[in-house]
């Protein structure tokens, strides 16, 4: 399987119970302290479409390899898609709908 | 009552408080406009942030710093502290040795700089000594490389106060200032922690560390009763921003909420800044803030792993092994090391690296993951950042940073400076 690299969508409570009732919660993982992340995989040239989309976002490459820095309601599109679609592979969707 | 400072020299204070004398003492200076870079190291020199410096530096004490890392008296001295201009402005503003003018910052008077040198220098030479490169992506090199053709050296005279903004008027406070309060506080020892961060667990397990080494074989009695004698002085550093940093209000704002929401007790943690450029200059900036807090009057300084670094021009404790070759006499503050605090889910607790054994598990506090949190609005759990300061951020994300706790175009443009310099 192709690497991937993640958009990581930090969970609370009301994102949980919404994870929960479209039966992605498993999709989650601990991450810190308890706290979950889903993890929204993309390809590399994904990678390359959604920094090109949002500039102020950043691919950290050295380290955790995962697309920082977009801003809030971009994540809360990309979670929303991920429970209406009830997948996690939504990343092609949603850069069609942004026109990248 | 006279402060001794940095180098066991007298505490520098070259400020005129009286307004009449201030108005007689600049008739007839030219008036010539400064940066704000140059603004803030100006009000630092008149205040004694860099004693025993008086002024900017001349080229001796420049040469001397790069090569010996010490002024020309044998002071130790990391980071040469230079006011640039350049040749045209040298003609167009007359300046010559021997001459004063007056700076001007927003176009209101600032200070009286007395002409005493004009120079040039080679930035390769600087830049290798200080930063240890030439590499012109290392910011502070950039900063070096882009300075204006010459430099002008001489003693300063700060003649209209900056008056500081909300809120960083609760936390403005002078070197002597700093002493005061600290006498009044009873503190024997106090141990500085330099930031630019908002505090998560990890920042705060540091200051605890650092305050028992600090206190160490002192008496407990007076910590028990409720009045210690070993404090906390978080000296925040505000000054240039980058798109991405914290801004500055809430760094300052969350710092202090440490004390009032009780994860210090107030007799035993206090917050205050000070202005100043961060130049990354790794262990040579060590020494730097280590001078600075020497000033303040503090007795000792934390150190963590890669301080004042950037990028992978340092390794991560060449900050902690300068100190090693400054002779103990040469400077009059203890450096305090301290290893990485994280988060640990075998032991449930934030814990360090030197002292548990469960590597595998470990869970670092990183500046992206916990950044990566609060941009998604989401409150981390309390172990390893506090509820109040979650809050404290989304606040001055509101109230100063346009909706964004972190520095934007917008804010960088429009955001609320640390200080102002009002008309004379």
Redesign the interface.
């Known amino acids: 399987m192709a690497e991937t690299y993640p958009i990581n969508i930090w969970i609370n409570e009301e994102r949980y119970a919404k994870l929960q009732k479209a039966g992605l919660a498993e999709l989650t993982q601990d991450a810190f302290a308890g706290l979950k992340k889903l993890p929204v995989p993309n390809t590399m040239n994904q990678v390359d479409r959604v920094v090109k989309l949002f500039p102020k976002a950043k691919f950290d490459s050295a380290t955790t390899k995962t697309i920082e820095l977009l801003p809030k309601d971009v994540k809360d599109d990309i979670f929303d898609m991920v429970v209406s679609m009830g997948k996690i592979d939504i990343m092609e969707e949603f850069l069609k709908k942004h026109g990248a | 009552m006279e402060f001794i400072g940095h180098g066991g020299k007298k505490l520098v204070e070259r400020v005129v408080t009286d307004k009449k004398e201030a108005l007689n003492k600049i008739k007839g200076l030219k008036a010539v406009p400064v940066r704000r870079q140059l603004a803030t190291e100006a009000i630092s020199l008149a205040y004694g942030f860099f004693s025993p410096l008086e002024g900017f530096m001349k080229k001796n004490d420049v040469d001397s710093t790069c090569k010996n890392m010490a002024l020309v008296d044998g002071t130790v001295w990391s980071i040469p502290i230079v006011f640039d201009i350049s040749d045209q402005e040298i003609v167009d503003y007359g300046i010559k040795v021997g001459t004063s003018v007056l700076l001007t910052y927003e176009g209101n008077p600032l200070a009286i700089f007395e002409i005493e040198d004009i120079y040039a220098y080679d930035r390769d030479t600087w830049s290798q000594a200080v930063y240890g490169t030439t590499d012109s992506k290392h910011p502070g090199v950039k900063r070096t490389l882009d300075y204006k053709d010459k430099f002008l050296g001489g003693k300063i005279t700060l003649i209209n106060p900056p008056k500081f903004n909300p809120p960083f008027d609760q936390y403005w406070l002078t070197p002597k200032q700093h002493r005061e309060k600290f006498g009044q506080k009873g503190w024997k020892r106090v141990v500085a922690h330099q930031t630019r961060n908002v505090p998560h667990s990890g920042h705060e397990w540091l200051m605890k560390h650092a305050w028992m080494a600090t206190h160490a074989e002192m008496s407990m009695e007076e910590t028990e009763e409720g009045h210690a004698i070993t404090g906390v002085l978080v000296n925040a550093i505000i000054g240039e921003k980058r798109a991405?940093d914290y801004i500055d209000q809430a760094i300052i704002l969350t710092q202090d909420a440490l004390r009032k929401y009780g994860y210090f007790r107030d007799d035993v943690h206090m917050t205050s800044f000070t202005l100043w450029d961060m130049r990354y200059a790794g262990p040579k900036e060590a020494v730097h803030h280590a001078i600075i807090r020497t000033n303040l009057g503090l007795t000792h300084h934390m150190f963590g792993r890669d301080h004042a670094g950037v990028g992978t021009y340092y390794g991560s404790y060449d900050a902690h092994r300068i100190f090693n070759k400054i002779p103990k006499e040469k400077l009059n503050i203890t450096p305090i090391f301290v290893v990485e605090w994280l988060?640990c889910?075998h032991c449930g607790e934030v814990t360090c690296i030197g002292l548990c054994n469960h590597k595998k598990e470990w869970?670092g506090f990183?500046g992206?993951?916990i950044?990566?949190?609060i941009?998604?609005?989401?409150?981390?759990?309390r172990?390893?950042f506090r509820p109040e300061i979650f809050d404290i951020v989304q606040e001055c994300a509101e109230k100063y940073g346009f909706g964004s706790p972190f520095v934007t175009q917008e804010y960088l443009d429009k955001g609320t400076q640390a200080f102002r310099i009002d008309p004379l």
């Open positions: 991405g988060y889910p869970q990183s992206t993951v950044r990566s949190i941009m998604d609005g989401v409150k981390p759990p172990l390893i």
